[in-house]
């Protein structure tokens, strides 16, 4: 009976995953999905995803969606999402291939993808076509920073484009990485959860 109580309790008061995350698609059909670690286009050349879905934290997510609809108020197709939560059994993957904390996060500290609150993506135009942003998603150099400025005028008005639209809705970037952008108003626990495929 004592037993019964503890499980009554915690069933109670403990948020369900429903509760914890978001999946963006069920905000707005139209935000355009490519998770590459569904895929094996990846720097990897790996599928580490069973099925391509996008979650995140409700309020991380809400932030996204609001930025793609400012987009596409100005004409565009919105956001394309290249990763979304990550959960940290595939972040160790990642580790054990590219140990350099510039690019991939130690999975024992985490990262902002494991909690949740990161997002990678790009901006689609009208002709459902990325935007050229010097460099293609998961390029680990220079030209990937946001302080690199040998790009051509388009590539630094593109990412500004970017930058501008989802630091308005709390979104901020990282230096080494044009498509990395976090959500700070809140801090998330880390996260070993994956998604099911049904």
């Known amino acids: 009976m004592y037993l019964f109580y503890i499980f009554l309790v915690v069933a109670l008061f403990s948020p369900s995953t429903a509760d914890q995350w ?9 935000i355009v999905l490519d998770l590459k670690y569904a895929t094996t286009d990846n720097f990897v050349k790996e599928k580490l995803y069973d099925c391509p879905r996008c979650y995140l934290r409700p309020e991380v997510a809400k932030a996204v969606v609001a930025a793609h609809q400012e987009l596409r ?7 394309k999402l290249f990763d979304c939560y990550r959960p940290r059994p595939i972040q160790r993957k990642l580790w ?3 140990p350099d904390d510039r690019f991939v996060a130690d ?4 990262s902002m993808h494991n909690r949740g609150a990161a997002v990678d993506l790009t901006i689609v ?3 459902c076509k990325e935007l050229d942003m010097g460099t293609a998603f998961d390029y680990f ?12 005028k388009t590539v630094l008005q593109n990412r500004k484009l970017l930058r501008e639209t989802l630091v308005k809705h709390g979104l901020h970037h990282i230096k080494t990485e ?3 952008y976090s959500y700070r108003k809140k801090q998330y626990a ?8 049904e």
């Not at 978001?22 to 139209?30: C, Y």
């Not at 220079?142 to 051509?152: A, D, Q, R, V």
């Not at 880390?190 to 495929?197: A, Q």
């Open 22 to 30: 978001t999946e963006v698609k069920t905000l707005d059909e139209t």
């Open 73 to 79: 108020k100005k004409g565009y197709v919105g956001l």
């Open 96 to 98: 054990e291939i590219l």
């Open 107 to 110: 999975p024992d500290k985490g």
């Open 125 to 127: 135009d009208k002709n």
């Open 141 to 152: 150099g220079p030209e990937g920073y946001h302080s690199y400025t040998k790009l051509s």
């Open 178 to 180: 044009w498509w990395h």
């Open 190 to 197: 880390l996260s070993d959860w994956v998604w099911g495929c």
